[in-house]
């Protein structure tokens, strides 16, 4: 069954402080992944994808990492903002396939 | 205006009550699909439609159902609605076939709670 899990579950963290968010998956054949923002209340809106050839891919002060090897990936965000605060969703898209595998997302809140 | 939009909001209704959920979009897209957010669950794939014709359970639809009515309009009804229904149900759009890798856009959101 394809599976994608997300760390940590939770996260808090002063506001100019770096964090980085980690996504493990096993959905197979692999195909993308993305990230997805989630503010309270809102829908999720895609921040970055990669693809089976892409290892790193910036969106601004968002950098999504990718090893296909491993399945892994991670998002590292840098000098981070009141508006970061949001919940973080890792979605992988497996060859073949339309339906996306969700993570439960990672819930970042920043601190002033 | 919003690409995907979703109505009601919100919604407050009773046990056994028969509530409709609608969803339209301006993208153009043929594919729509349904979620619904628990806390500490994440996105579930209720039902999914890849054109008008064409209806899909997800993982969770016991409970549910669909109808696509146009390209542009998917709307999702609880039969009887019961407490455990109560959740954040979200509308979805995609287009596998635009160069932006089947991304999903989502609608903003019903807050469906069933007392």
């Known amino acids: 069954k394809n599976q994608v899990e997300q760390s940590p579950q939770s996260l808090i963290i002063l506001e100019g402080k770096n964090c980085t968010l980690q996504?493990?998956?096993?959905?197979?054949?692999?195909?993308?992944l993305r990230w997805y923002k989630q503010d309270t209340g809102r829908g999720p809106v895609s921040l970055t994808i990669?693809?089976?050839?892409?290892n790193t891919k910036s969106n601004g002060r968002y950098t999504a990492t990718l090893d296909a090897d491993t399945k892994q990936s991670s998002l590292h965000i840098t000098a981070s903002q009141l508006s970061d605060s949001a919940s973080y969703i890792c979605?992988?898209?497996?060859?073949?396939?339309?339906?996306?595998?969700f993570g439960r997302g990672t819930s970042l809140i920043v601190h002033p | 205006d919003a690409d995907v939009t979703q109505t009601p909001r919100n919604r407050i209704t009773k046990t056994g009550k028969r509530i409709m959920l609608e969803c339209s979009q301006t993208?153009?897209?043929?594919?729509m699909y349904w979620y619904r957010q628990d806390p500490g669950l994440g996105l579930r794939l209720i039902y999914y439609?890849?054109?008008?014709?064409?209806?899909n359970k997800g993982e969770i639809s016991d409970g549910y159902s669909v109808s696509r009515q146009a390209q542009a309009k998917f709307s999702l009804s609880l039969e009887s609605a019961i407490p455990n229904q109560t959740a954040l149900y979200f509308c979805?759009?995609?287009?596998?076939?635009?160069?932006?890798?089947?991304?999903?856009?989502f609608g903003p959101g019903t807050r469906l709670t069933v007392l």
């Open positions: 990669m693809t089976f050839s892409e």
């Open positions: 979805a759009t995609s287009d596998p076939f635009s160069g932006s890798y089947n991304e999903q856009f």
């Open positions: 979605v992988v898209l497996s060859g073949g396939s339309y339906i996306p595998t």
């Open positions: 439609s890849f054109d008008v014709k064409d209806i």
């Open positions: 993208k153009g897209h043929d594919r």
């Open positions: 996504c493990n998956y096993t959905v197979s054949p692999f195909s993308n």
